[in-house]
């Protein structure tokens, strides 16, 4: 996409508006696409501790001389209640019925969908609505009884906490193990830009691989693996 | 135009390998002085490890400059910053985070080369695998410059990556010259004086230029000659007079690309009339030392301002 890739430390806040350290000086950018949590992108305004944010970045964004994808406040979307929502949220803005279905969803918050989760835990995924990179969920079918039991206390204890979902059956690869090829679990993200006039999707992906046997968990942080991703082309 | 933050990873990624291509070269010299004399002079290996800088933390480590010693300490001692090992780790951390401004085969070599160091130097060298193994620190180091000569696009991406090659070479050459200018210094009118031959070697061959010297002086090898060649002639790859010529152009590149000039320009320009006109006797007669000494100041000085200049921290 030829955008720049940048930290904290390249960016700086020069005359009311974000500026990238260039060896060219501080050259002033419009869109800040940043991955860095709400928390940390400013010291001055919120988590005085981070290192990793630009001093001053929220003012100049208050006052409208910035743009930043994924802006202050988004992370709301993380939140796996919102999916729930989803259809409605589509209708809403769309007026339109959404396309694509919802992975059907219980919303443990809910006192009949928390019943029905805790009656079928060995067969559901049930995750924590704040979580992310596979921590602090359940893969009911792979786990013990005892991890069942453990983690329904837990459920019972926080229900908003938590939703849950019917497992998914990853498909799987082969992948080369100290033993010799065997197969693991993958999943796909592709990367969609949006424009108002279009939707585009890149000619790409991200293929995550669970390394150990029988995992459904492919995230990074918790030892997940990628593999190339092959794009056929029609012809 | 380009992040700082990327000219300074360019910049430093080429000054650690030509570090690490100048060690295996300083360690090569060392080693023909040691095979070739019939008692080992521990003082030409305090020399060696006085040239790259680490005198004060290789004498914390160990009493006495034993060969062994010093070959480990400056291939694979990870305390040493200047270690080959050491080098190759920060040339490569350095081309990850500007993999992106790197061609493919630039990068592919630059990896290449930590693999095969890093495996090779995974264990303590032996004596006799050490010839093959400074070989292979200096091929896995030109693969990574020709690649880069060959593949890359001449904008200032390269010419940052070259102006960190050409001023680590400059201060390199400066060093080796100023570790030994007392063989050079004594003798300059003293013409027919026997000295050690094999020391003259020793400075020709720390900079690969005992062949290139065999064609301009096929006489004796004087102290007048090594000095004017390693400083003054514009032909020689390693003197000063043409790394200080590639580290002007470079710049002049980046002044045209950026339509700006810097003060780095100004210390270049001054660095280069250090030397422009000057015969060698006149180098000599107003001192060697302090002619080297101010040469390896000012080339730090340039360094830093260039750093400053394109922002390459702050």
Redesign the interface.
């Known amino acids: 996409m030829g955008a720049p890739l940048v930290h904290g430390n390249d960016l700086r806040v020069v005359d009311g508006r974000l500026a990238m350290r260039t060896t060219e000086d501080y050259q002033p950018i419009d869109v800040l696409y940043r991955r860095v949590d709400d928390d940390f992108i400013d010291p001055l305004n919120f988590n005085p501790t981070s290192q990793l944010g630009i001093p001053g970045v929220f003012d100049v964004y208050r006052a409208g001389n910035l743009t930043i994808a994924n802006a202050p406040g988004t992370g709301i979307a993380d939140d796996k209640a919102i999916y729930t929502y989803m259809p409605e949220i589509v209708e809403f803005y769309t007026g339109e019925r959404p396309i694509l279905k919802n992975v059907p969803t219980w919303r443990c918050a809910d006192p009949e969908s928390l019943s029905y989760v805790v009656d079928h835990l060995d067969e559901l995924v049930v995750k924590e609505v704040h979580g992310s990179g596979g921590y602090g969920m359940l893969v009911g079918p792979a786990a013990s009884s005892k991890e069942r039991e453990d983690f329904a206390a837990k459920l019972c204890s926080a229900p908003a906490n938590y939703i849950a979902q019917p497992t998914l059956a990853l498909s799987s690869v082969p992948i080369l193990t100290e033993s010799g090829l065997a197969p693991r679990h993958v999943d796909l993200r592709p990367f969609v830009l949006v424009s108002p006039d279009s939707i585009h999707i890149t000619p790409g992906g991200l293929t995550r691989v669970a390394l150990e046997e029988g995992s459904l968990v492919v995230n990074s942080s918790q030892g997940g693996g990628t593999k190339d991703t092959w794009v056929l082309e029609d012809y | 135009?380009?992040?700082?933050?990327t000219?300074g990873g360019l910049f430093w990624m080429f000054r650690f390998l030509e570090r690490c291509e100048n060690t295996a070269r300083l360690l090569e010299a060392g080693l023909r002085i040691a095979l070739t004399k019939s008692s080992e002079s521990s003082g030409e290996w305090e020399s060696v490890v006085l040239t790259t800088g680490a005198t004060d933390l290789f004498e914390q480590q160990h009493d006495r400059y034993d060969r062994s010693a010093v070959i480990d300490f400056l291939l694979r001692n990870p305390e040493n910053p200047s270690s080959v090992l050491s080098l190759v780790d920060a040339a490569r951390n350095n081309a990850r985070s500007v993999r992106?401004a790197l061609t493919r085969e630039v990068w592919e070599a630059t990896n290449d080369c930590w693999m095969v160091l890093r495996a090779t130097l995974a264990h303590p060298v032996s004596d006799r695998d050490l010839p093959k193994v400074l070989g292979q620190i200096r091929r896995e180091s030109a693969l990574v410059r020709g690649a880069l000569h060959g593949t890359m696009l001449r904008n200032?991406i390269y010419d940052?990556s070259q102006l960190g090659m050409f001023v680590e070479r400059a201060d390199n050459t400066a060093r080796i010259l100023d570790v030994k200018y007392y063989i050079l210094l004594p003798s300059v009118s003293a013409v027919g004086s026997r000295l050690d031959t094999i020391q003259w070697e020793t400075i020709l061959r720390s900079v690969s230029a005992q062949r290139a010297f065999r064609f301009e002086f096929p006489g004796a090898i004087t102290p007048r000659d090594v000095a004017a060649f390693l400083i003054l002639d514009p032909r020689m790859p390693r003197s000063l007079a043409y790394c200080y010529s590639k580290i002007r152009d470079n710049l002049e590149y980046?002044a045209f690309q950026?339509d700006?000039r810097r003060p780095s320009h100004d210390v270049a320009a001054k660095l280069i009339g250090s030397i422009n006109g000057r015969e060698i006797e006149n180098i000599f007669d107003s001192g060697l030392h302090e002619f080297l000494r101010s040469a390896i100041g000012e080339i730090a000085t340039l360094a830093h301002q260039i750093e400053i200049d394109?922002?390459f921290t702050?």
Not at chain 2, 1 to 5: D, E, H, P
């Open positions: 135009m380009m992040l700082g933050t000219a992106t200032d940052f980046i950026y700006d394109y922002r702050k």
